[in-house]
């Protein structure tokens, strides 16, 4: 009896330390902002708003007014973005789940009046009270097993936090280079136009032929075909970032700050591609996931274990009063007896599961490694690029214009080259942009992987391929 | 150099010891006002080198080099060329006739080569044509020529190996042969003309050019690089023209006077034949000696007539903007080229003179100040300055034209007393 008693104080001890959704969140925060620098905000008070409360309704407008950099995009998002809002619930509500698992089995009751024939006096009594006696030595595996769906959760909210940050990161960097490209399209608009109105001045006056004057229209008109094109490249990268920060309605009247992508997010940490593989691996988080997943599976095995020769035991009191008969009191006890279904088949699937969950581990550790160090190779790659086009490429299509520019001063080429040259300068420029929004980005991958998440190639925020606008063939130059 | 060549250089030098002056007075001017007179009745060819070899017992000797030469043709434009004794083209020859002569050639080319002396009726085996008459001279080697001197008469020579290569590269030179005492000319002038396909910006020209020559030489010079001619009024002047550009024959016009041909590099032409002329054309492969008696002072111009030949690396298929209203395109190109300049709508005089960057080593358009305004002509062109005496050395500079001798705006009262109706006079 004293045993019972000693127990039952025991759980609601144990029931006492399940973790508050606050400080589940608070280890969430630090976490966030020990990986990645940013703060994470809970708002479950804007669930029943459907709307950003006022406050930050006033900070989004600042910060729009002044224009978006990309660690603005970022900061703006992780306050605003309600994708990661939901992870955040559904954090709270795995917390919620938790405290259900850990908590024991309530005491249960069994009762039943006797009424004896007319005129016999008081009724008979008989209660028992029992209690699930395994739910007080689960009470441990129970725990792994919370601890575990707790874990998962945590680290998809920290995930969804990473990706955000990463995401938005991407985002603006598509943004800001569109906005660079478009620069220069409209340059190279300007300059065909140019040189077009120049033909067509020539035909006037019977200086060219109609098919030098056709082609000439032709080359401008290819030239503004792609500056359209460049325009909506634009739009679509402006569309990204509000979908991520969650912007709508008359916070889309925006516009980027600080112009070109500072170069220095291209410049590679100084690194070796082992000591940053070991990084990616130590903190995985969808590592962390899979060993979360093996510690249920075991958890599992376990409780299929236990339950196998003893599916369930009850302990209790029992109270029996028959008419003005004293009380008798004595023990009560209920057990399921494990006859014709032993369990095993659950313990098998149980035990499988297990050794799943461990090769999934495994797996995802090796193919982690790989992905590391393709994300290293690809940083290395596009970051050479990037260099080399800036320091050589550029700096070759610049000495070139300029001895263009001689020639044309000296009449040995015409004004119609002397475009030519600087409209492949303009697409040496756009190049450049490129390349160093290629060297970003895979810096930003990089570093999401230093925070824990291996984003995928092929997601939400990868970006348009360079095919698409770095080929100075389709610049309408008209070489 | 080998000590021996620069003994006979020197030896060269101090034959013509006038020539040395006279050129370091050409370098040392920046624009082509006439030099200094020179002395008369003496075999000169302006901006290069007469040699007259040395005497050793019976025979004159001469040494030819051929080798690889770096040559200015004019202030902005060095040519990595070949040539003969440091020049293109190489020395004058100047011999007579009748006289043995013996002239070693060295060949420090990075090909074999020969030499021709084209026009001289020399015995077969001294011909110099590789393969026909002699095994090419290889390089390193020097080869020995000799022969008696068979007739006076204005003569070139050059490669008969490689010829197409060798001579766009610059081989070549003229020859004067001269009858024992025969009476001399006042002036007595000598030009090989040759032409050269240079890109602007580079050094080296194409041999394998057929059609593009944008360098067209005097003496190895485009204006304002050649040296101008000196004379006085009265006296007789004869100028020699050898020509061995690759493919084209050159109307050379003088301005100012009347000439007769005297001679070919076949012979001297009768009396009979010759007949009064102001331009003689020079085809390839050819010498003209033509003679006059300048009679009016002055600085006047001798040219090729062919347009582009008086013009240096002149650029071709342009868009032709001659009459275009360029509107708002230079405005609009300059947005994007700060540097950009609206060029030809109007014509194309005085783009020289706007001393814009060009390619470097290059000379496109450019011709030079002259004493009123910017000569627009480059290439072929040169100046005769006659003046009315020519006494002692002293530089002559331009000519300076007696009061009222030159054109100029006309003015309103002249145009209203001959009835000549404008509808403005520009200031
Ligand atoms: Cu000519």
New interface residues.
């Given amino acids: 009896m004293r045993a019972l008693i000693a127990t039952l104080a025991a759980s609601v001890t144990l029931l006492g330390c399940a973790p508050s959704t606050t400080s589940v969140f608070t280890s969430v925060a630090d976490d966030a902002a020990r990986r990645t620098g940013h703060r994470l905000d809970w708002r479950p008070e804007d669930a029943q708003e459907g709307l950003p409360g006022v406050d930050l309704a006033r900070g989004l407008a600042r910060e729009l007014s002044s224009g978006l950099t990309i660690e603005g995009a970022v900061r703006l998002a992780l306050r605003n973005a309600p994708a990661l809002q939901v992870e955040l619930e559904q954090l709270a509500s795995a917390q919620g789940a938790y405290s259900q698992a850990v908590a024991p089995t309530n005491p249960e009751l069994h009762g039943s009046v006797l009424f004896h024939g007319e005129g016999h006096g008081t009724p008979g009594v008989h209660l028992d009270v029992t209690m699930d006696v395994l739910s007080f030595v689960m009470q441990a595996t129970s725990r792994r097993g919370a601890d575990a769906g707790l874990e998962v959760s945590r680290v998809r909210a920290l995930s969804a936090f990473v990706r955000l940050v990463a995401e938005v990161r991407l985002a603006m960097l598509d943004l800001l280079t569109a906005e660079r490209v478009l620069e220069k399209r409209t340059a190279i608009v300007e300059l065909t136009s140019t040189t077009a109105d120049l033909s067509s001045r020539m035909r006037v006056v019977g200086n060219n032929t109609v098919a030098e004057d056709l082609n000439q229209r032709a080359v401008a008109l290819q030239a503004r075909l792609d500056g359209e094109a460049a325009q909506a490249v634009v739009l679509r990268a402006r569309l990204v970032v509000e979908r991520l920060i969650g912007l709508t309605g008359e916070a889309t009247v925006w516009k980027t700050r600080g112009g070109e992508v500072p170069p220095d997010r291209a410049a590679g940490v100084n690194r070796s591609a082992g000591a940053f593989e070991r990084q990616v691996v130590e903190r995985s988080l969808s590592l962390d996931e899979r060993r979360a997943e093996v510690q249920l599976a075991a958890a599992n095995v376990d409780r299929t274990q236990l339950h196998r020769f003893l599916p369930q035991l009850g302990l209790g009191v029992a109270v029996e009063r028959e008419g003005d008969a004293e009380m008798d009191l004595g023990p009560a006890f209920s057990l399921t007896l494990p006859i014709f279904n032993l369990g095993s088949g659950a313990v098998d699937a149980s035990a499988a599961q297990l050794r799943r969950s461990q090769q999934a581990l495994t797996a995802a550790a090796i193919e982690l490694r790989a992905e590391a160090r393709r994300l290293w190779v690809e940083a290395e790659v596009s970051r050479r690029r990037f260099e080399a086009v800036r320091d050589e490429l550029v700096p070759l299509r610049t000495a070139a214009l300029e001895e263009a520019q001689k020639a044309y001063n000296g009449m040995l080429i015409g004004a119609f080259a002397l475009v030519d040259m600087k409209v492949a300068a303009l697409s040496a420029e756009i190049a450049l942009s490129e390349a160093l929004r290629d060297a970003a980005a895979a810096e930003v991958r990089v570093e999401a992987a230093r925070q824990g998440l291996v984003l995928r190639q092929d997601g939400a925020a990868s970006h348009p391929g360079p095919a698409e606008t770095s080929n100075p063939s389709s610049s309408g130059a008209g070489h | 150099m080998t000590p021996t060549r620069r003994d006979f250089l020197s030896a060269t030098a101090a034959a013509s010891g006038l020539l040395g002056s006279i050129l370091k007075t050409g370098l040392a001017q920046a624009g082509p006002a006439p030099g200094r007179p020179g002395p008369r009745k003496v075999l000169h060819a302006p901006n290069g080198s007469v040699d007259q070899g040395r005497r050793v017992g019976r025979v004159r000797v001469f040494h030819l080099v051929a080798e690889p030469v770096t040559w200015e043709v004019a202030p902005g434009l060095v040519l990595d060329v070949w040539g003969y004794n440091g020049r293109t083209p190489g020395p004058v020859l100047e011999m007579t006739r009748g006289e043995r002569v013996r002239i070693y050639v060295t060949n420090h080319l990075p090909e074999s080569t020969s030499v021709h002396w084209h026009g001289m009726i020399v015995p077969n085996g001294m011909d110099g044509v590789a393969g026909l008459t002699q095994r090419p001279i290889p390089p390193g080697a020097t080869w020995r020529y000799e022969f008696v001197v068979p007739d006076a008469g204005t003569f070139m020579y050059h490669p008969h190996f490689d010829e197409m290569t060798q001579m766009a590269m610059g081989m070549m030179g003229m020859i004067v042969v001269r009858e024992p005492n025969e009476p001399r000319p006042d002036r007595d002038y000598c030009y090989m003309i040759n032409e050269w396909s240079v890109k ?2 580079t050094r080296k020209p194409d041999p394998g050019a057929m059609s593009d020559f944008n360098v067209l030489t005097l003496n190895g010079k485009v204006f304002p690089g050649t040296e101008p001619m000196v004379a006085a009024v009265g006296e007789r002047v004869r100028v020699r023209f050898g020509n061995l550009g690759a493919m084209d024959h050159h109307p050379i016009h003088f301005h100012g006077l009347s000439l007769q041909v005297t001679a070919t590099d076949g012979g001297p032409v009768p009396l009979s034949a010759r007949q009064p002329e102001t331009t003689t054309l020079v085809p390839v492969g050819t010498v003209r000696v033509v003679e006059m008696v300048p009679s009016e002072p002055g600085d006047w111009p001798v040219h090729c007539h062919m347009t582009h030949h008086v013009m240096t ?3 071709h298929g ?12 230079e405005a ?2 300059q ?3 700060p ?6 709508h109007t014509g ?1 005089g005085g ?1 020289g003179e ?1 001393n ?4 470097e080593n ?1 000379l ?2 450019k011709g030079a100040a002259g004493p009123f305004s910017y000569i627009d002509m480059g290439g072929m062109f040169t100046v005769l300055a006659v003046r009315a005496r020519l006494e002692g050395d002293a530089p002559l500079g331009w000519y300076q034209h007696p009061e009222g001798s030159v054109a100029r705006p006309a003015t309103h009262e002249e145009l209203a007393a001959d009835g000549v109706a404008v509808i403005s006079q520009a200031p």
């Fill in positions: 602007p910006g690396q002149m650029g342009l868009p032709n903007l001659l009459g275009v209203d360029p509107g708002g395109t609009g190109l947005r994007h080229l540097e950009f300049m609206a060029m030809g194309m783009m706007m814009m960057a060009v390619p290059s496109p358009m």
